[in-house]
């Protein structure tokens, strides 16, 4: 933290360090740097901004580059972040000296806030109510919260703006709390999100305790679309009784815009029992046999353009590690299709990876279990 003080903050070095244009040398520069007080944010930042930056630039560097590259040479004592924060507290304020609260309130500003108007109205509530730095933190820190709240409430659920969707708790308004292998509905909803659109039909032929249905029924951005769901142990009345592997999905040819798929886990886990005297050729034909039959079945009731999405992960049956993601892109390759998504489904800490996998060892091959499903989305030509 740089020191509550409105005084200069002292560090061996000032903005009176050289560094030669023409011999730019990382040693140098971590030498300087190193000569900085750890706690001296504001001269630390002056100096990476006045003098360290337009040598970066004129040698063609990005301002990150030259960060990493300084901070991850052997024996600079800061870290990225750090460099990062003090370029940016001297970038926002080089005139701290002159303003009227303490510096480490400007530093939390510069590295907490990202709009300049947030910024300046945060330092005039610090001045008029006289808020101490704990006062600010918590203003930041409750904002930051409610900002969240509001993007949640504005599509209904949380929204995953990257492609690793992680769930420490499902939403209790989706699916049924005991149900054995239901998703979090918020994986449901992000899906939805994604990959489908006003007035879609959706179509989910392993419901398990419907969790899809109550996603389209209770998000009232989905409230547009369209479900029906099916499964071969129906748990509710809205589930339509289907093995899919019997008959196939009950639905007419190009009808259907888009399919939720997560089939259970024994189609890809197999356990040891079930493994016994069965070969890895025999796990990988059980597997295409079936998955071509659905691969083929999606074909059909998906409408020219419609999506189908799979929640499945990796494997290692009978001591062989088996890409089941990597074989199902080919099955719905070989059937015309593109895949247009790829998202990680890392599990939550409170639930163990399905069936027996453990740290596996075949010929000397040590072999990590899967941690971590994969949503993978394709799209019918
Ligand atoms: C992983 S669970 C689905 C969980 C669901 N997404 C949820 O959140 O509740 C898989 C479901 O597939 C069903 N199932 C298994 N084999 C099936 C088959 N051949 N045809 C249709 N459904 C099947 C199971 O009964 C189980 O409910």
Known sequence: ??????????????????????????????????SFSVD???????????????????????????????????GIKFPFSMLKQCQ????????????????????????????????????????????????????????????????????????????VWTFETPDPRFGRPNFKGRL?????????????????????????????????ETVPTFNDRKVKMYDSEPVSEKITRNNILHTGIPEQSDSVDYIFLDPPAEYTQKDASADFGMGIDAVKADFTLKFKGIVRECT??????????????????????IDFPSEVTGLFREAGFKQVGKVYLPRRSSE??????????????????SDCRELLTYQKN
Not at 48 to 74: I, T, W, Y
Not at 197 to 212: C, E, L, Q, R
Request: charged letters at 30%; a positive charge.
């Open 184 to 216: 979090p509905g918020q994986i449901v909803a992000n899906a939805l999100f994604y990959y489908t659109k006003p007035g879609d039909y959706i179509v989910d032929p392993f419901a398990g305790s419907g969790t899809t249905g109550d996603v389209v």
């Open 1 to 34: 933290m740089p020191q509550k003080s409105k005084g200069r903050v002292s560090g061996k070095k000032s903005a009176s360090v050289r560094v030669d244009a023409k011999a730019f040398s990382i040693l140098d520069l971590v030498k300087e740097l190193n």
């Open 40 to 74: 001296n944010y504001w001269d630390l930042g002056k100096f990476l901004v006045d003098k360290v930056m337009p040598l970066a630039r004129k040698q063609g560097m990005f301002e990150e580059q030259v960060l990493k590259m300084v901070s991850n040479h052997p």
């Open 352 to 369: 163990g990876s399905k069936g027996t996998q453990t740290v596996d060892e075949m010929r000397g091959i040590r072999l990590a279990s």
């Open 300 to 321: 059909r009731i998906l409408k020219s353009n419609g999506r189908v999405s799979i929640v499945i992960e990796p494997s290692i049956a009978v001591g062989e590690f």
């Open 88 to 163: 940016q507290y001297y970038s926002y304020y080089p005139d701290v000296k002159k303003r009227p609260l303490a510096e480490v309130f400007y530093f939390d500003l510069a590295t907490k806030v990202d709009e300049t108007k947030r910024r300046d109205q945060y330092e005039k509530m610090a001045l008029d109510s006289r808020w101490t730095i704990t006062d600010l933190r918590k203003k930041i820190h409750d904002d930051n919260m409610a900002r969240r709240m509001d993007e949640r409430t504005k599509y209904g659920f949380d929204l995953r703006e990257r492609n």
